[in-house]
């Protein structure tokens, strides 16, 4: 109040955030006001306020939807079908084929043989472990029961140790079966299920072609992959698989064991040279065998998963374009609707800065929000897919904090002409508006 005539001086009606900040302290003053200004404008109009959000959420939505997609199924594949065992690489004839150019070329590769194997597990100095594996799909049977597509493979006796597999029942292979021929099997718990679903399986028998081997063991459950069990096997020693089920386009796979994460590269830097030395191929020719780790599945994955990332990205970016327009236009009716009250708020001090941050803080708190109600959305997605489908979906931190920066980013930016619009009014012509 003025002292000598008692009217109230004009600061004294003046928000302390619309007078000239004062160190860091005023601006944070400044700052709070001007988010409580933003806020209030958009309670007054929740209903437009939702409508305006709705390109935003479904933009944030989608994104992260299908990043948490990405991310569970990577999280899926590498647990699931890029896990070869611990520090393990494989030697095969065709490694990862994805064109038909390169499926002609790999069948002229010489198959990797017993002899092979056999060379390469005694003169390897760096690996731990070498384990021979050759396979065939076909049908058991026990008794009047029979499985169709069952894994029937040819192992070493170290198999189980290097791949990690866990034994529910009985015992593995040993070094006794694979040097006598023994005709004994370890089965998966899909085929002890099914034979045996009553009884226990260890010393009954199991029928493939016209060959009878016997149950020595049962493996722990190990789930599906892609909709495929991986229970569906049956493992005997690599000598006895060649005896009786050999087809003329056998080719090993050696399962290579490496010391620790440190020497994978050694190790197969190690394979890849004796095997060239072996099979004579000059130093500028191609291997004609694959050495395949769980990064190269991975990587073969991540390839592929990019390009429904990058279909995701291109149908978020049209969503947030469409949402950012929408909210520049609800913007720009705003400064229109509210054009004395900005006029009133210059008269009373505030800056023009201060008119442009109020606006650019509505826009950016309105896209925001939608961003925050898209993140519950998606999270709501993931929750529900999950409980109900059992599909891999894991929502990352990293895609929560992009969508949120990209919502806020979409706000301010579309909301630049709008607030600019707002701080350019001369104050007398909007005084003189309708409010």
């Given at each position: 109040m003025d002292g000598l005539t008692g009217v109230p001086r004009l600061a004294d009606a003046v928000p302390a955030s619309l007078l000239k900040p004062r160190g860091v302290s005023g601006g944070w003053v400044t700052l709070a006001e001007t988010m409580r200004l933003a806020l209030d404008?958009?309670?007054?109009?929740?209903?437009?306020?939702?409508?305006t959000l709705l390109g935003v959420i479904l933009a944030v939505t989608t994104l992260v939807s299908v990043m948490s997609v990405i991310a569970g199924l990577n999280l899926y594949i590498a647990n699931r079908v890029a896990d070869l065992g611990a520090n393990v690489f494989v030697v095969d004839r065709f490694g990862i084929i994805t064109g038909?150019?390169?499926?002609?070329?790999?069948?002229?590769?010489?198959?990797?043989?017993?002899?092979?194997?056999?060379?390469?597990?005694?003169?390897?100095?760096?690996?731990?472990?070498?384990?021979?594996?050759?396979?065939?799909?076909?049908?058991?049977?026990?008794?009047?029961?029979?499985?169709?597509?069952?894994?029937?493979?040819?192992?070493?006796?170290?198999?189980?140790?290097?791949?990690?597999?866990?034994?529910?029942?009985?015992?593995?292979?040993?070094?006794?079966?694979?040097?006598?021929?023994?005709?004994?099997?370890?089965i998966g718990s899909d085929l002890a299920a099914k034979f045996f679903p009553n009884v226990d399986p260890i010393?009954?028998?199991?029928?493939?072609?016209?060959?009878?081997?016997?149950?020595?063991?049962v493996g722990a459950p190990i789930g599906s992959a892609l909709g495929m069990s991986q229970d569906n096997y049956m493992l005997m020693p690599l000598s006895t698989y060649r005896k009786g089920n050999r087809h003329a386009d056998d080719s090993l796979a050696l399962f290579v064991q490496a010391p620790n994460a440190?020497?994978?590269?050694?190790?197969?830097?190690?394979?890849?040279?004796?095997?060239?030395?072996?099979?004579?191929?000059?130093?500028n020719d191609?291997?004609?065998?694959?050495?395949?780790?769980?990064?190269?599945?991975?990587?073969?994955?991540?390839?592929?998963?990019?390009?429904?990332?990058?279909?995701?990205?291109?149908?978020?970016?049209?969503?947030?374009?469409?949402?950012?327009?929408?909210?520049?236009n609800i913007m720009l009716a705003s400064v229109t609707e509210r054009t004395r009250e900005i006029g009133l708020r210059r008269s009373l001090g505030a800056r023009r800065n201060h008119i442009l941050l109020q606006f650019l803080a509505e826009s950016a708190f309105l896209s925001a929000t939608?961003?925050?109600?898209?993140?519950?959305?998606?999270?709501?997605?993931?929750?529900?897919?999950?409980?109900?489908?059992?599909?891999?979906?894991?929502?990352?931190?990293?895609?929560?904090?992009?969508?949120?920066?990209?919502?806020?980013?979409v706000g301010l930016f579309f909301g630049i002409f709008p607030a600019m619009r707002a701080a350019k009014l001369d104050p007398i012509e909007a005084l003189r508006a309708d409010g």
């Open positions: 404008a958009l309670r007054a109009h929740k209903l437009r306020s939702f409508l038909r150019d390169e499926w002609v070329k790999a069948q002229k590769r010489p198959l990797i043989t017993v002899e092979e194997f056999e060379r390469f597990r005694d003169n390897t100095r760096l690996s731990n472990a070498v384990a021979g594996y050759d396979r065939w799909s076909g049908q058991t049977r026990s008794g009047d029961a029979v499985m169709e597509n069952t894994d029937i493979t040819g192992v070493t006796p170290n198999y189980a140790a290097i791949r990690g597999l866990n034994i529910a029942q009985g015992r593995f292979l040993t070094q006794a079966d694979e040097d006598h021929r023994t005709e004994v099997v370890f010393g009954k028998t199991v029928r493939s072609d016209t060959h009878t081997y016997e149950v020595i063991g440190e020497m994978m590269n050694s190790c197969e830097e190690e394979a890849r040279m004796l095997f060239r030395a072996w099979r004579h191929l000059p130093y191609p291997d004609d065998f694959a050495i395949l780790g769980s990064d190269s599945v991975m990587a073969l994955w991540h390839q592929l998963t990019g390009n429904l990332a990058f279909v995701a990205m291109a149908l978020v970016s049209v969503f947030l374009v469409v949402g950012g327009i929408v909210i520049m939608g961003g925050l109600i898209g993140i519950l959305a998606a999270y709501a997605v993931v929750l529900f897919v999950k409980s109900t489908f059992s599909f891999p979906m894991e929502m990352p931190m990293g895609a929560v904090i992009l969508s949120l920066a990209l919502a806020t980013i």
